[in-house]
Structure formats: structure tokens, C-alpha cells
């Protein structure tokens, strides 16, 4: 079926897909190699338009037990080619199959790599699959229409509606996790830490965390500059210094404004496994995973008392771990994933370890 993809520049490419739709959303591109199931799955990704540059997609087919949220949050998925067999001992359907079943617009025969080299230029901006609609001016009036509408946040429906219990009762850290998109993989990388969660929505209120009586906080990662996100910063505010608080991503975003801190979007966000960072302390560097297009600005974390960066990425200069060890908090800009199996990424490990030396 023909479709058609555009920015809201006006540039425009042209393409196939699966099934006939039409979606809005903000266009950005992910260069991992591996990992579709994943980034589809991610609630980070709501309402965003995917482009993989990977040109080979769907060769492992889809396993289940891959899938990071209980549906797939993308506005759109963009991909070069689509892989027309796929061969993996843990697959249990295609990917073509997946995206129907997940009613997902999907677009392939693109020309991927002149798209990430304009948005590279250009900047991310809102884009526009359809399959119905071919004409520039019709579809740049849907764009500034769409740009027109009242912002709705997207976190009711992506955060657990009422606290659920994860874990052993008898582990050896109980937390408190704020879910603003909780993904499986830190679930598992927590459980095997020894940690048991109190998994609490999105909008639970200072007091009723503070009367849980956990160890720490955790604040998942979730969908950038949603609306929905100032109340949940108003309700960290009067946490910082009462308990160990991790911020991961999104929610590295949101401590560092409830501590006073202001953020910047960045031209051309951090998407892909291989982001480099560096600790000015230790003079370690790490290769990341990343999936942010927004930053805590590093001029507004020098004005905070106590709050330092404690890593920059190798790239860019921009902020990936913010710290303040008098008020118990880590900030993650930077995805903690797994480094290989039953393995825990070290930004988990070292909240764990500020764990254990607070009273």
C-alpha cells in the first residue's frame, strides 16, 4: 500500500505500508542495530513517529517475553527494509504480525538514511504518515493543526492505575517506584539486586511515599515534556533529602527540576547503544544505551548547592549523571540497562550502594 511521510518543513519521502492510517508525531530516529521489540514497547516512545536506521528490520522476529510494556506506544515506525523471513530459536511470530496485532502504523521502503541526515541538520520536528492523504498542503495544514490542539499528557495511561507489590516480601531493599513508564528490564535488574517494589502511580502524593517507610525511590523513565510531569515534579519537591531518590531519564529530568535545575532540548536527541560518557571524577568512560532528546542544563546544576555532574557524554558535553551525596540523590540521564544476562548496569549498582550507607 502507498504512503507517505512528512515533515513539517515540508520535506517529504515516500513509502509502503502494511496497513492504511494516518499519525501524527514528533520524528525521531534510534541507530541501534538491535532491539525494535524493545523500542516499540518502550513507554519512553509514546507518541513518537521511530525511524531505525538499521536498514534490516524484523530478522528476529518477535518473542514475547522481549516486550518491555504490555503494548506497543509508537505513533508511527519507519524502517528501510523489511526482513521478509525471520529465523531466532526464541521468536514466536514475524514482526509483520506484531504490528498488526498491535494496530501499528508501519512504513518501510524509505529512504532512512537521507531522513536521519536531514533531521540531523534540521533538527527533530513533528511529522505525519498517511496512507490516505498524498497532497503537501493538506498535509502540512494537518501538521499546524495538530500544532494548535491543547497538549494532553499521556502518563494516566501509561502508569499502573493503582500500587502494585513486585518481589520477594523478604528482600533485602524494599522500594518505592515511581512508575512514569516502568519498563520489564529494570524490573528484573532490581529483583536481581535483592530488591523487592512498591510500584506507585505516576501522580501518588509526597506523603503517601514518605508513609510507605522504603528504603529509597525510584523514578522510572517515561515519555519526555509531557504536561502531566510538572505536578509529578511539585510532588518530589518536599521528598529530596528524605530518602535515597534514583532518577532514571525522564526521571533524571524530573529531580533535577524539583532540586531547582532547568532543562534544554537538544538539537538532535541521543538514541542508540553506543553513546560514550565520562566521569570527571574517576576518569572512567562507559558506553551507554540512550533515548532522550531533552538535558538538564549544566549552567543551572552549578547555582544548586550540593548538586554536581558526575558525567558528560563524550559527544556533546551534555549532562548524563547528575549527583548530590548530601541529599541522597542520583540522577541517570542515561539508560541503566543489563550489560548481558542476569548482569546489572552499574548506575544500579551504585544507588544500591548509597542504599547501604543510609540510615
Given at each position: 500500500m502507498k504512503a507517505i511521510i512528512m515533515l513539517e518543513d515540508g520535506r517529504s519521502f515516500s513509502a509502503e505500508a502494511l496497513s492504511a492510517g494516518e499519525s501524527i508525531g514528533e520524528?525521531?530516529?534510534?541507530?541501534?542495530?538491535?532491539?525494535?521489540?524493545?523500542?516499540i514497547t518502550d513507554p519512553a516512545n509514546a507518541g513518537k513517529i521511530l525511524v531505525l536506521t538499521y536498514p534490516l528490520i524484523g530478522n528476529y522476529g518477535i518473542a514475547p517475553k522481549f516486550n518491555q510494556s504490555k503494548k506497543a506506544w509508537l505513533a508511527g515506525l519507519v524502517i528501510k527494509e523489511k526482513a521478509q523471513f525471520y529465523s531466532n530459536w526464541q521468536a514466536k511470530s514475524s514482526l509483520d504480525d506484531f504490528v498488526k496485532e498491535q494496530k501499528l502504523l508501519m512504513i518501510s521502503n524509505v529512504d532512512t538514511r537521507t531522513l536521519v541526515v536531514h533531521l540531523r541538520q534540521k533538527g527533530q520536528q513533528l511529522g505525519i504518515i498517511s496512507t490516505s492523504c498524498f497532497?503537501?498542503?493538506?498535509?502540512?495544514?494537518?501538521?499546524?493543526?495538530?500544532?494548535?490542539?491543547q497538549k494532553t499528557s499521556l502518563l494516566p495511561e501509561i502508569s499502573l492505575a493503582k500500587p502494585a507489590y513486585i518481589g520477594k516480601q523478604k528482600a533485602k531493599y524494599k522500594l518505592a517506584v515511581l512508575d512514569l513508564g516502568l519498563t520489564k528490564g529494570l524490573i528484573q535488574q532490581l529483583e536481581i539486586l535483592g530488591c523487592a517494589m512498591q510500584v506507585l502511580p505516576y501522580n501518588t502524593p509526597a506523603a503517601e511515599i514518605l508513609r510507605l517507610k522504603t528504603k529509597g525511590l525510584i523514578i522510572s523513565n517515561g515519555p519526555e515534556d509531557d504536561v502531566g510531569l510538572a505536578a509529578v515534579v511539585e510532588n518530589i519537591k518536599p521528598l529530596i533529602g528524605k530518602l535515597p531518590i534514583l532518577g532514571i531519564s525522564t526521571g533524571c529530568q524530573v529531580v533535577a527540576r524539583a532540586?531547582?535545575?532547568?532543562?534544554?532540548?537538544?538539537?538532535?536527541?541521543?538514541?542508540?547503544?553506543?553513546?560514550?560518557?565520562?566521569?570527571?571524577?574517576?576518569?572512567?568512560?562507559?558506553?551507554?544505551?540512550?533515548?532522550?532528546?531533552?538535558?538538564?542544563?549544566?549552567?543551572?546544576?552549578?547555582?544548586?548547592n550540593g548538586l554536581k555532574v558526575s558525567a558528560y557524554n563524550l559527544n556533546d558535553r551534555s549532562v548524563e549523571e547528575i549527583e548530590s551525596k548530601p541529599q541522597k540523590v542520583i540522577g541517570l540521564q542515561y539508560l541503566p540497562v543489563s550489560p548481558g544476562f542476569a548482569e546489572v548496569n552499574l548506575g544500579l549498582k551504585k544507588f544500591i550502594k548509597l542504599l547501604g550507607r543510609s540510615k
Open positions: 520524528v525521531v530516529i534510534n541507530t541501534a542495530v538491535v532491539g525494535y521489540q524493545e523500542m497532497a503537501a498542503k493538506d498535509l502540512l495544514e494537518k501538521l499546524v493543526t495538530f500544532k494548535k490542539k532540586m531547582g535545575a532547568k532543562l534544554i532540548k537538544l538539537k538532535f536527541g541521543h538514541r542508540g547503544v553506543n553513546y560514550p560518557i565520562h566521569n570527571p571524577a574517576s576518569y572512567k568512560g562507559e558506553i551507554t544505551a540512550q533515548n532522550h532528546s531533552w538535558a538538564v542544563e549544566q549552567e543551572s546544576i552549578s547555582k544548586i
